[in-house]
DNA sequence: CCACCGTCCTGGCTGC
DNA sequence: TGCAGCCAGGACGGTG
């Protein structure tokens, strides 16, 4: 489920509740949960820290702690949320009980999530391409990443080292304000186009951002961009552009929703 | 360098 | 109704 835009949500709306807690101990019903380090040693060293900073990068949420970070990444299913102490549910796998009753519940149906404790954020996020919203990301260093790999624009959105925080639905809908084809050779763009990306890639991400993220399915309440979208999940349904049906196809293994009109090879 | 596939998981939905 | 099969926001590792 979340991309960029929901886990800035996410980030934002448990800020407040988080920064300066300080941490009691952590349950760990399913201590598959902890990548890093070993569940023995991440209970024993988290206890007792504070949270002293939450931010994002790319899809993790960084938790920074009086001398550690904590990194969590929600993958497909996951959901957190700060409430007062109490009988956790059936996927609450990971939680974090606070000095003062209340405890952040780490909610992960399919187990996908991760959560890491390391000293140096650096040590998980390290990898990441650059953030799309960044001052810094200019349209000239989108037309570098393009054209130094030879790829469909699809798959090198998705590609975190490459970009951070794109995911299947945003990469979707930024291709379809940008007009571009899902399959187009990334090193095939002109400079128009490339800006075009840039452009349509932060509206994107703006807008959702601005709308809480998207709320799909039964996983992630409370955005409601989903009523905003462009293309992904409207297979058969108008284009918004031209009227002509959007077209459903998989791409590098993943769903891929485009107007075959607006969006030409 | 890149494409493709299986894997990690659960559960909702579809169609027989 | 029951149930097998399919599908899903992500990402990694192995293979060719």
């Known amino acids: ?38 569940p023995r040693q991440f209970r024993r060293r988290i206890r007792g820290q504070v949270i002293t900073a939450l931010d994002r990068r790319g899809k993790f949420l960084v938790f920074s702690l009086t001398t550690d970070a904590l990194l969590i990444h929600l993958k497909m299913s996951g959901d957190l949320q700060v409430v007062p102490n109490g009988k956790p549910g059936k996927h609450d796998h990971t939680i974090f009980h606070f000095e003062d009753n209340t405890e952040l519940r780490f909610n992960d149906t399919r187990k996908f999530g991760r959560v890491y404790l390391v000293g140096n954020p650096d040590e998980v996020t390290g990898g990441l391409g650059p953030e799309p919203l960044a001052r810094s990301f200019t349209a000239d260093k989108l037309g570098d990443l393009l054209a130094a790999r030879r790829r469909p624009l699809k798959p090198l959105l998705l590609d975190q080292t490459v970009l951070a925080g794109v995911g299947n639905i945003y990469a979707d809908e930024a ?38 993220g998207s709320s799909i399915d039964w996983m992630y309440r409370g955005g409601e961009h989903q009523n905003h979208l462009r293309v992904y999940g409207r297979a058969g349904e108008p284009c918004l552009t031209c009227g002509k049906p959007i077209r459903h196809i998989t791409l590098g293994g993943r769903s891929t929703h485009f107007c075959p009109h607006c969006q030409r090879l």
């Open 1 to 38: 489920m979340p991309e960029l835009p929901e886990v800035e949500t996410f980030v934002r709306q448990l800020r407040p509740a988080c920064v300066g807690q300080r941490i009691a101990g952590v349950t760990l019903r399913w201590p598959r949960h902890i990548a890093t380090p070993g």
């Open 175 to 212: 291709l379809h304000r940008a007009r571009l084809h899902p399959q187009r050779r990334s090193d095939s763009l002109a400079p128009v186009e490339v800006r075009a990306l840039w452009r349509s890639l932060r509206r994107t991400l703006n807008l959702a951002i601005r709308h809480n």
